[in-house]
Each structure stands twice: as C-alpha cells, then as structure tokens.
C-alpha cells in the first residue's frame, strides 16, 4: 500500500500532507516536524557542527518530489547479492519490487504498511533519538515529508541467515527522496541489512535525506550496511542512529563513493550493559567530491563497549571532514571506547580535516581517539614496482588494500565482496580520469 | 571505584609535600596613584594613554582594539559558559603607583619587594636567572638584566619601555604575530594593555641563563593585562620563564595577556610558564610565536591555578624547517576549568610540529584539551605529531578533547592521539603491597603520569611543579 504522491511542489515550500488511512499519532508527527523544521534556523558559517562544511550545499529550494520512473529498467539494475534474504527496490520512494524468503517471526514490511498493520510496534522505535549532530533541521523534514521507507523487526529468538537488500534510486532531474530504514530486533535475535543508494542517470542532479534507525534488542546481533553510490551531482544528508541495549551488538558501515556532497551523521547511543556498537566508514571522494562525516558514541550505560573505524581514500580536489565525539555520561563507568580516523592522501590537492573528540564525565574508563593524515610512502610504491605492477595500479592496490582494512570487521564474506564492487567500481572510474 | 573518601594524606606523605599552602594568598593595602576605575569605555583609554604618555600610534591602535572588542562576540558558542559571568562593567582596567620600573631590590617600595621575596624571586634571580621582571597590578616594579648582557646588546624592559625607547625593533612586530581582531581578548588586552616584557637579543647570542617575568595581582576586581614581545635574532637564544600568583578575593578577577615570540632564522626561543593562579582568576590569555627558516619555538606550559584558563599557544612556523612545540601539563581541581591546548599553522615546506599534552582532573575539576594543526596546499614534507592524555582521579572529575587538523596535499604526514585513563585499581594495589598507603600509591601514580613532561622544565621549576601537583592531590585521594 505504497503511499500516492499528488502533491509534487517545491520542496520547501508546501506542508507535506500525510495520507488519511496513516494512524493520527503518525500525522500529528509529521506536522510537527514541519512546524519544527519551519521554526529551526539553518545551518550557518560558525556553528561548531559545521565547522569546515560547505554551508552552501544546503539550498534545496530547485529539489522537488516525483512519481517513480524508469521502474522496469532500474529493476533490472539493481543487483545486489546473489541469493538475499528478501530484496526490495524503491524508485524515488515508491516500492517498486518485492521479494521475500524471510522465516516467521520477521516483519519487513514498507513502511507505509507497517503503519497501518504494526502501529505500536513502528511508533515505539519510530524517529526515537534526538538528532544532535547539526542535521536537526533536516531530520525535521525527513520526518515531515517522508512517504515510506521500510520497516523491519525480527522477534525474539530469530535469526535471518541471509541479508535484507533494499535499493532506493533517484530517477528525474532535481528529485528528492527521504528514504528511511527501521530495524528492530528482539531479544537474542539476529538480522543484517544492506542499503544500497543510486541514481538512475549520471548526470541529473538529486537530493537525498535518508535516515535510518537501528535498534539493538537485548542479546541481539544486527549488521548494517549502507552502500552510497549516488551519480556526482546528487547531494545527500544521511542520518544513522543507532541503540544497543543489554550485551547487544550492533555493526553499522557506510560506504562512500557518490554524491557530489555528502552529509553523515552517526550516533550511537550504547543503552545496556555488556553492549557493543561498532561504526565503520570507508570513503573514497575524488573530482571536487566532499564528504562531510560526524559521529558521536554516546556511553549512557557503564560496561559498554563502542569502536568506530573511518577510513578516507582522497583523491583529486576532494575535500573530507571528520568530527567524532566519544561522550561518556556520569555514571557509565567501566566504559570502553575506541575512535580512529585515518586519511590516505592521494593527491596534492585533496584536503582532509579531523576532529577526533572526547568528553568523559565518568572514571573508570578507558576511551582514546586517533587520527592520521598521510600519504602512500615511496618505499610501499618502489616495493609494488620492484614486482613488476606500474605505479598507477600500484596506487590503486595500496588504497584498495587500505579501505579492505575496515571490511574485514564485518566478519561477512559476501557483503565484503558486495561491497569492494563498489570500491572497484570507484577505483575503476577514478583511473579512467588518470588514463 | 573512586577516590571521593575524606581521608587525609598519612604523615610521612603529607611531610613529603610539606608546602605553604597560602605562598600566595595574600595582599598589601592598595597604594595607586593612578586608577583607571571601573568600566571600560573610551575615556578609560584615554586615561590609560594618559598616564603611560602613549605616543598617537599606540593610543590610535588602543582605540581601534576597543572597538574590535565591543563588537566581537563572547566565544560561548564553542567554550564555556561561566565566560558570561565576567563582568567588564565591574573590572577595573588600570592601578599603578606611578613609579618607573626599578633596576634595583633596594628602589622597590617595601610592600612590594616583601611580595616578591615571599614568593622567592630576589633569590632566584640570583641563583640562576639571567635576568627578572616583576610586575605589579599593571605595571612593572622591577626590571634588571645581568650586566654583561646590557653591554652585549640584550634588552630587557617593559613593555612601555620597549615601545618607547626600542620603537624602531619593537614596532615592526607587535601586534603582527596576534592581531588585534584575533579574538575577543586579545582585542581587550590591546585596548587596555599595561607592563609585559619586551626582550631582544641580538644576532647569535645564546643565552645560557633563563629570563624571568613574574606577575602578580594585587587588587581585587582587577584586570592585568600585560603584553609581551620577544624577539630573538638570527641564530640567538634564549629562554623565558613566567609564574604568576594572585591572592583569593570574594570577587572574581581577570587576567588577559598576549604574548607574541618572533624567532628569526635559526633562532630558539623557550618559554616557560608555571601558572598558579589562585581560584578566581579568569585566565584567558594568547601566546603566539613566529619561527622564521630554521627557528624553533617552543612552549613549556603547567596549569595548575585559576577558575578558568583558556590558552592555546600557537607557532606559526612561516620559514622553511622551522619547528614548532607545546608541551603542557594541566591539573583541574574542584571549581576549575583548564581549557588548554595548542595551535600549529604550518606557512612552510619541512616544517614540524609536535604536540604533547597532558592532564589531571581531580575532584570534580574538569580539564579540556583544545587544538589546531592546519597544514595549507602546495606545501611539501610538513608532519605534525599531537599526542594528548587525561587522567582522571575521582568520579565526578571531567575531561574532554577537542583536536582540529587540517591537512592538504599528499606530501605531509600528521597523526593525533589522545587517550583518557585513570589509575588502574591493579596498581594502586600493586603499590599498596609494597607498603605504600593508598594516598601515596596515587601520589606516586600520578607524579608517574607526568614525570616525563615534568622533565622538561627546569630543574627549579620541575620540584615546584611536582610539589604543587602533590599539594593539589591532598585530600583528593583516599
């Protein structure tokens, strides 16, 4: 029961209207947000969570709704795993494909349906956290203007074997889309998803205001992977929020190689003691590319454990931005936290900024952070040469090497191979310029 | 597990840090001739360039400061909030007796050479010091440099000296290294400053003996402002030490230097500072140095006093292989806030910074380490090394970090490391096995902490240092 867009206005400019046979808590939400989005200022030069970001992207007034287009052939395009769990394919929003070979106990549902037919279930984890990272206004109108997005809750005592493989792709010049991923798993439950984001033509421009909220039950494990690889002239903010509670793990990693600006905000928010959250990142801007990325790993609970890895491959004029926060509340003592960044400088003019950070108001802790900047040494190169391999692959081979580093904490063969197609695909396009 | 618990020091530890605990919280009945009063407005700058017989330039360059701070913000968008408690209204900008700075202990006014020699500056001067500055409320009281340095060509003055009588070294530099709209205080200390040290030494001098400047504050609800310019020569030499102490008042007081080193090629300059303020004290100060090809700045830095420091030294290391360095030490104890760190701006090809900063919170003190490495496009081989620890020693003590590194090009190398910890309860017990109470199993934990930053000071400073973090931990630790 995918929702009906007829209201296909400016984007900023109309109250999103929120389909009569959607529950009243989900409209009176929806209001809110605009209202909220309407009344929060916009993010100006200045403000600590956007220091170094290039404000100017944020004007969206040309980014308008759009009926899906192009279905069969964006079908057709969307490959993915070779035998996935269940596979769902949106086309701006629109559910366009369906197929499932999930076991009982799991609800994957778009969610438009799952509003109407899990209600309480979606309103209990639906949009939870407070987005702290600077985004807060466009979280507003995600939740304001969304139309469907997928849900999914595992019960307690299952486990998904396969993976749960959505596509979402821009189709049309200057389209937005607010995609939006829930999962949920219960107790001593296991499930992994992948997002992958796309852009049905290289050269028309789009907007993506994705959010995706992952809840942790106790005991349970959920893998998440989202794949941005959207042309080189859609712009994207990406929201990821995550809570582990009791001895749950949760594994999230985000994959950068399109758009020509990209906005993540990470949060995870560790509830329960004995749980664990893992945050991993690879990014490989090239051409005039930025990638801006904040994270924060908020203790709230004592004897949690979080890590988070990101890895940047810069390239050409590309610009990358990290600002990472470990926050340990009063209280959450025995806290175990790690934050590295490390950028791999692959041209003279690319330019990386970091801002590792903690704050610990808690004492028996241990928590560091580190971040490096440098470049692939002549001896690494002089030693690929010596066997024979050209200086461009030998390039190519460090850098893909170095974005492999954070794959393998997925501890998952297949979607590390989903997700070095990505990575090659990348590499591929980037030495097309070189040659 | 913390250390919250009431429980004294045992004797033989509280014998082994046995230190007077009010050296110096103390004051002398005001004797100024001059006062600026309270409030800054126009008037008051013109009263300071008044007395101080300014010349136009420097009263043009106040008045123009004045504005630049009138219109910057207070910078609570990123630091602290107990910023907005200072009020400016209330500060009083100007005290001084009117007395020229003396070349002699005997000149000074009894009052005062009784503050200096409770606080052991006459007896370090002559024990190891090349030279010493003794500032008072705003102005210095003394000034002396060893002789043979005189003849040399070194010059060791105030800050109103160097201006006056040095005006064709002193201005070229000042207010180049920190402009005046930097931020908003160093834009208060332009339109208000008073004493500070202007130091030159010549081509190729080493100095083998430390300088010293001490500054004291007096008068309550008052604003020390000093301003202090070092400039050392090609191939010179030389290192600069300042302490700083402050009696306890009601009310709160507030300290806004800036300090600008300009190392020309092959130069080095150290400057070293113990602050020790006392709990009231706003200290918000910047220290900025310049290192031409070749030269090298360093920052030696130990917080221990005041309710708020806020300071960053800063290099700009603008010629070619010059380095850079902050080494720093805070500890926040109750009511405190040591919001500390340093900024590289690499301007050259093969220029190296490196950044080591450590921290203590004890009780419910909060320590935060702040820094900046920027590293701009078509510069090659600059590398940057930051490495930042915090210590925490009771469960309401605080600490955070906030690093910024900004790198461009593919010819440089930087990496930052910080990491938070406290004293393991495995070693305190492993302590306590050999006989040592838990007091002093933390004592010596902590002094373990720091020791190899401790190093780095000189040998006078570094057993002060250890004595004051040891009086700091007494009682905090069970």
Redesign the interface.
Known sequence: MPAVLENISSLLETAPATPAYLPAWFATRQQAAWQRFLATPAPKR???TW??SSIKQLDFSSFRKAPAAGVNDLIARSTGLEAPAAKLIFVNDELVHVESHLPEGVICLPLAEALVSHSDLVQAHFMKQETRLGSAKFAALHEASLTNGLFVHVSDKTEVEGTIEIHHWIAGENTVIFPHTLVVTGKSSKVRVVDIFRSAEDIQPGLAIAFNDLCAGQNSKLDYVAIQAFNEVTRVIQINETATFRDASATSLLLNTGASWARNESLSRLEGPGSRSDMLSVSIPAHEQEYDQRTFQHHVSEGAYSDLLYKNSLYDESRTIFSGLIFVD?GA?HTDAYQTCR?L???????????????????????????????ISDEEIFYLRARGIPPVNARQLIARGFSVDVLERLKNDEIEELVLRFIDEKFAHIASFVA | MSYDTTDVLDHETREAIDIDRTKGDFTFPERNKFDAGRGLTAATIDYISDVKNDPDWVREFRHKALKTFEEKPMPTNWATKDLENINFDEIRYYLSDGEKPKRSWDDVPADVLETFERLGIPQQERAFLAGVEAQFDSEAAYSNVKEELTKQGVIFVNSTEGLKEHEEIFRPYFGKVIPTGDNKFSALNSAVFSGGSFIYIPKGLKLKQPLQAYFRINSENFGQFERTLIIADEGAELMYMEGCTAPKFETATLHSAVVELVALKGAKIQYVTVQNWSSNVFNLVTKRGLAMEDAEVRWIDCNIGSRLTMKYPGVIMKGKRARGEVISIALANTGQHQDTGAKMIHAADDTTSNVVSKSISVGEGRSTYRGQVHIPKHLKGCKNNTECDALLINSNSRTDTYPAITVKGNRHATQHEASVSQVSDDMLFYMQQRGLSEGQAMSLAVNGFINDLVREFPMEYSVELKRLIDLEMEGSVG
């Open positions: 200045g403000d600590e220091r170094f009063e003592h950028n400088l692959m041209s003279d003019t690319c330019e990386a900024n970091s801002m590792p950070g903690l704050e610990i108001n808690a004492d028996q802790v241990k928590c560091s952070h580190g971040s490096t900047s440098s470049q």
